[in-house]
């Protein structure tokens, strides 16, 4: 099993609070990942990190916001949570090298249930 | 535009049965073929990863194909068992930026029944 953890597994909270989804991996890999997952719906990439103080926006527009201080940690927040933000957000990590072939694997944490009500 | 296609989306099988799974993708340049086992309320895990020019790759029980040709893949349990129960996600990657970016499937959800 990989070595990626999130915190907390589940989250009940109210609409207009403040969150931190936290993400650590202790593999060392500078790529790290944010993906939103719906039920029965494929994932969907919100943010990405080559590293340190690199953050970029993924593919799905989200209102969340990530940052990358330390290589290990890849917290992502919601300044003010609302029903539609509700989900499983899904942390991932990656090594910089690839395999043969192009890409290189990526490593998922266990997920964040959110629940906004 | 770049897409995966699972099926089917649901999949119910006795325990000890064989089963196979199906994977079609438009994604091009193609980079490689992941599939991934998902257990509820889990991330996904890595089972297996082919790149163009493999055309099957076992793990276990698990064995899939690929036919780069026809852009499909399928992935066969063999001999399934109660843990086998979970979503099976295929993931494609194309060779279009550094970031290598991944198209997912909505996954097959299979349930075993002893």
Redesign the interface.
Known sequence: ??D?YQTPRYLVIGTGKKITLECSQTMGHD?MYWYQQDP??????IH?SYGVNSTEKGDLSSESTVSRIRTEHFPLTLESARPSHTSQY???SSESR??????????????T?LTVL | KNQVEQSPQSLIILEGKNCTLQCNYTVSPFSNLRWYKQDTGRGPVSLTIMTFSENTKSNGRYTATLDADTKQSSLHITASQLSDSASYICVVSDRGSTLGRLYFGRGTQLTVWP
Not at chain 1, 100 to 106: K, L
């Open positions: 099993e990989a990626i790529k029965g719906m494929e994932l969907h990439l990405y899904l942390c991932a690839p395999v043969a072939g192009g890409t290189d694997t990526q490593y998922f944490g266990p997920g249930r």
